[in-house]
Antibody, heavy 116, light 106 residues
């Protein structure tokens, strides 16, 4: 079955960067975009943007412009989301999901904790 | 940006109840709306897309309606497995904001 498996939890200091991976399996990787969504503790869902693995095109939410980079490695069917200049309010679970409009399959989530 | 507003934020109900959640968009999004269910510690799960189309495998007690700026998610007969948080999301334009969520509790 279609699977998206994310990398493990991270603890970072303010100002640092984090890179979360999302490995896809059991479907043609380049035929679906990957969307990233985050959820702060006890809060709702925040759309971050997406990447098209076929051509590398991206669309980032204005809130993250300049701090986020999404990339893909088609040889390993893996998508990466890097967030820089971390702040305490970036503490959240970060999800990848298949699709760029409706997202039909989600990864398990990666907890990123930003703390000094 | 298109803002999404859900109501109520919390809904108390009992097994067997019919419940309706409302989602309003700040601009016309036609029928480009999805509904997701999220349980504690889990990723969201797609229920409805294009406002009223049931995702494969989702029980038929879930239904969606509306177009333009006002949408509804209805659960015809609430089951114990349905106690969760529900989110709407517009995908008419970027950024694809979610609503604030509706917690359905006993």
């Amino acid at each position: 079955q279609v699977q998206l498996v994310q990398s493990g939890a991270e603890v970072k200091k303010p100002g640092a960067s984090v890179k979360v991976s999302c490995k896809a399996s059991n479907y043609p990787f380049t035929t679906y975009g990957i969307t990233w969504v985050r959820q702060a503790p006890g809060q709702g869902l925040e759309w971050m943007g997406w990447i098209n693995p076929d051509n590398g095109n991206t669309n980032y939410a204005q809130h993250f412009q300049g701090r986020v980079t999404m990339t893909t490695d088609t040889s390993t069917s893996t998508t990466y989301m890097e967030l820089r200049s971390l702040r305490s309010d970036d503490t959240a679970v970060y999800y990848c999901a298949r699709g760029t409009t409706v997202t039909t399959k989600w990864g398990q989530g990666t907890l990123v904790t930003v703390s000094s | 940006d298109i803002q999404m507003t859900q109501s109520p934020s919390t809904l108390s109900a009992s097994v067997g109840d019919r419940v309706t959640i409302t989602c309003r968009a700040s601009q016309d999004i036609h029928s480009w709306l999805a509904w997701y269910q999220q349980k504690p510690g889990k990723a969201p799960n797609l229920l409805i897309y294009k406002a009223s189309r049931l995702e494969s495998g989702v029980p038929s007690r879930f239904s969606g309606g509306g177009s333009g700026t006002e949408f509804t998610l209805t659960i015809s007969s609430l089951q114990p497995d349905d106690f969760a948080i529900y989110y709407c999301q517009q995908y008419n334009s970027y950024p694809q904001f979610f609503g604030g969520g509706t917690r359905v509790e006993i």
